[in-house]
């Protein structure tokens, strides 16, 4: 079992990343500014839930034999790409919405922005070799079974991204609520939503291992 200090210790510096600006919590953002703080909430979920296949991949070893494999880490580097690129043109040709209508979204409207967030966090293998280098640096392999102990601190990791995100979500959501009595500013906020994936995209594919 993890002890205290080391719970506390990754927790807050899990704390501290989730408010530093990377792709994840600019889609956050993003969604949140330009669709609702619901939207944002719900893409964070979907993020959470992709924090959750990366914890697993790492306890059970499968992210260690990613990491090894030049050729999954470049196909993974694409496919995040182009599905960037992919919500950058849904970006730039979105119409202008009411903003009552961003507030009773459909269940599918939901279930395609949880998605998002799924997807968005598993094709972005920084987040893999993210989590295969900074969760074993808190394993105490005297605390106890080394899988269990990834797993607890993959919870806290997932614990602090929604305290992180969600917070990003609830200030953005209030601007964009007031933004988005604008069509003119909503088709602003649609045009650098797409630009923002489309800089994620070019960002994402000059990264090397």
């Known amino acids: 079992m993890l002890s205290l200090d080391t719970a506390l210790s990754f927790f807050t510096v899990a704390l501290l990343l989730g408010f530093t600006p990377g792709p994840d919590n600019l889609f956050v953002l993003m969604q949140s500014v330009s669709r609702g703080c619901r939207a944002g909430l719900i893409v964070m979920l979907g993020l959470c839930a992709g924090l959750c296949v990366h914890t697993a991949a790492v306890a059970l ?34 119409p202008a919405e009411a903003l009552g209508s961003q507030a009773a979204q459909p269940a599918a409207s939901a279930r395609s922005l949880f998605l998002k967030g799924i997807v968005m ?9 993210f989590f295969l280098a900074f969760l074993p ?46 069509a003119r500013a909503q088709t602003v906020l649609n045009r650098l939503a797409a630009a923002v994936f489309a800089g994620l995209a070019v960002r994402l594919l000059a990264t090397s291992r």
């Open 137 to 182: 640096q808190f394993v105490e392999p005297s605390a106890g079974p080394v899988g269990v102990q990834i797993v607890l601190l993959g919870a806290l990791f997932v614990l602090s991204t929604l305290l992180a995100f969600g917070s990003i979500a609830l200030l953005a959501g209030v601007l964009g609520e007031r933004l988005l009595r604008s």
């Open 61 to 94: 070893g499968l992210a260690a034999v990613f990491a090894a494999s030049p050729g999954a880490f470049v196909v993974l580097k694409l496919v995040g790409a182009a599905y960037l690129l992919y919500l950058a043109w849904q970006a730039w040709r979105a």
């Open 121 to 129: 966090n598993l094709t972005n293998p920084k987040v893999v070799l």
